[in-house]
C-alpha cells in the first residue's frame, strides 16, 4: 500500500488504542509509542523463538505484533468485548447524552454491540494486513476458552485486563489454564500506605477512571496471592508499588503506619509479574 492509501484507511479508523508504526507509518493510539514501548521494556519478556504466545485483550494487537516481530513461532491474539463494540459511536452516544443531561439507555446502547461484524476489530485488521502478519485473531470471551479447545502456550499475556473482572480468581484461574510456562500479568493495582496484608479496592460503579467496567484494584501481596491461589507455583514482581519519593510521601507513609489519618492512603499504580507455571 502507498503511504498516502496507508494514511487514508488509518484514518478511516475512528478509534486506535495502540499506536503502532505500520512499517513506517505511525498510527495515533491512547497509549503512544513511547508509552507502549515503556510497558513492554517493564514486561521483561524472555526470549521468544520459537515460543507460542497468548495475547488475552489484544485490542489493536501492539503486543501480539511485538511477539511476532521478536520471534514467536505462533501468536494467537485474542478479544471480544473492544472488537464487537462500535466505540466512536458509543462515545458520540454517550457525549449527546451528557450534554442532555441524561443517563444512558441500556437498551439504545446496545446498537453499538456488533459481534457479526466486529467494527472495533478494524485497527487490527488493518495493522495485521500492512504487517502481513501471521497471527491468528481469536474472537472469543477467554473466560470461555478452554484449554482442551485452544491448547495451551508458552507464555500468555494478560495485560490490561484483570481489573476489569469481575471475578478475578476465576479469570487468573483461565489464565493458569491456557498457560504452559510464563503468564505475564499487568493490571491497575493499589498500594494503601501502612498496610501489608493482602487487600482489594472495589469499584462498585465509575469510580476507577469513569470505567463502569473498572472492578478491582489488588495490592501487590493480593495480586501476588491470586496467582499462587490461581494455579501457578512462582510469582515474581517485576514492576510494584513506586517508591515513596517526595518527603511528603514518606511523612503519609509514616503518619499511615502509626494509625494517623493524613491525606489518602490509597496510591493508584499500574503493577507486572510474572507468574510461572
Ligand atoms: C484495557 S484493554 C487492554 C488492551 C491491551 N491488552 C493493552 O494492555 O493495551 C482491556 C482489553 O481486554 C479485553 N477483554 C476484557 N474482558 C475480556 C474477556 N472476557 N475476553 C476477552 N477479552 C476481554 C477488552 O476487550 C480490551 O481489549
Same mark, same amino acid.
Given at each position: ?17 495502540? $499506536?503502532?508504526? &505500520? ?21 521483561? %519478556?524472555?526470549? &521468544? $523463538?520459537?515460543? $507460542? ?21 505462533? %501468536?494467537?491474539? &485474542? ?17 449527546? *447524552? ?12 446496545? +446498537? ?9 476489530? @478494524? ?9 502481513? @502478519? ?5 474472537? #472469543? ?53 501502612? #498496610?501489608?496484608? @493482602? ?27 491470586? *496467582? +499462587? ?6 510469582? %515474581?514482581? +517485576? ?8 518527603? +511528603? ?29
Amino acid at each position: 500500500m502507498a503511504d498516502t492509501e496507508i494514511a487514508k484507511a488509518v484514518n478511516e479508523i475512528g478509534f486506535w488504542w495502540h $499506536s503502532i508504526d &505500520l512499517n513506517g507509518f505511525i498510527t495515533p493510539g491512547g497509549k503512544s509509542q513511547q508509552l507502549l514501548h515503556n510497558e513492554w521494556r517493564a514486561m521483561e %519478556v524472555p526470549d &521468544l $523463538s520459537g515460543k $507460542s504466545v497468548l495475547d488475552i485483550g489484544a485490542w489493536d494487537g501492539f503486543f501480539s505484533f511485538a511477539a511476532e516481530r521478536l520471534g514467536a513461532e505462533s %501468536v494467537v491474539a &485474542l478479544d471480544h468485548y473492544v472488537w464487537a463494540t462500535d466505540r466512536p459511536g458509543l462515545a458520540k452516544y454517550r457525549q449527546e *447524552c451528557m450534554r442532555v443531561a441524561r443517563e444512558p439507555d441500556p437498551v439504545e446502547t446496545t +446498537k453499538f454491540w456488533n459481534p457479526v461484524d466486529l467494527p472495533g476489530k @478494524s485497527g487490527f485488521d488493518l495493522a495485521h494486513r500492512i504487517l502481513d @502478519s501471521k497471527v491468528t485473531a481469536l474472537n #472469543q470471551d477467554f473466560l470461555l476458552a478452554s484449554s482442551a479447545e485452544i491448547g495451551t502456550f508458552d507464555v500468555v499475556f494478560f495485560l490490561g485486563v484483570l481489573y476489569h473482572m469481575k471475578n478475578p480468581l476465576e479469570s487468573l484461574e483461565k489464565v493458569a489454564e491456557l498457560t504452559r510456562t510464563l503468564a505475564i500479568i499487568e493490571t491497575h493495582a493499589v498500594e494503601i500506605l501502612g #498496610q501489608s496484608q @493482602s487487600l482489594a479496592e472495589f469499584y462498585p460503579a465509575s469510580e476507577l477512571n469513569g470505567d463502569p467496567s473498572n472492578w478491582w484494584g489488588p495490592n501487590i501481596a493480593a495480586l501476588v496471592g491470586l *496467582c +499462587k491461589a490461581a494455579g501457578f507455583s512462582r510469582v %515474581v514482581v +517485576k514492576k510494584g508499588p513506586p517508591g515513596l519519593g517526595s518527603i +511528603k510521601s514518606i511523612a503519609r507513609h509514616i503518619a499511615a503506619t502509626l494509625g494517623i489519618p493524613w491525606g489518602t492512603r490509597a496510591r493508584h499504580y499500574r503493577a507486572i509479574v510474572h507468574a510461572w507455571k
